[in-house]
């Protein structure tokens, strides 16, 4: 038992958050960025979230994103992580084995 707690203690504990932006300047002068994860159109001066949970900004020289969540990493083998983007919400925990049964070779 002692055990199950530390591996769920070590769960919630470790995740660390790695929030990372990027930016992408325009050749030329535009009026409208795309965003390139829904292929949405934006006009200069706009800011919008995409359906992954990006911030994003349009300006005539550049388009920039920022992740809107936390994105967990370095977190045990034991534990998976699961994201809702309709929330940009995750949760981390721990994987378990599921108890089954077998008929065949």
């Known amino acids: 038992m002692r055990s199950v707690v530390l591996g769920l203690l070590l769960c919630i504990v470790l995740p660390l958050v790695n929030a990372a932006c990027f930016q992408e300047?325009?050749?030329?002068?535009?009026?409208f960025c795309q965003d390139s994860t829904d292929k949405t159109w934006h006009p200069v001066g706009s800011t919008w979230r995409n359906s992954k949970c990006m911030d994003c900004s349009c300006s005539a020289d550049s388009k920039s994103c920022c992740d809107a969540m936390a994105r967990p990493t370095d977190y045990p083998d034991m534990c998976t992580v699961e994201y809702d983007f309709t929330t940009c919400t995750y949760e981390v925990f721990q994987k378990v084995p599921c108890a089954h049964s077998a008929v065949g070779k």
């Open 25 to 31: 300047d325009h050749k030329t002068p535009v009026t």
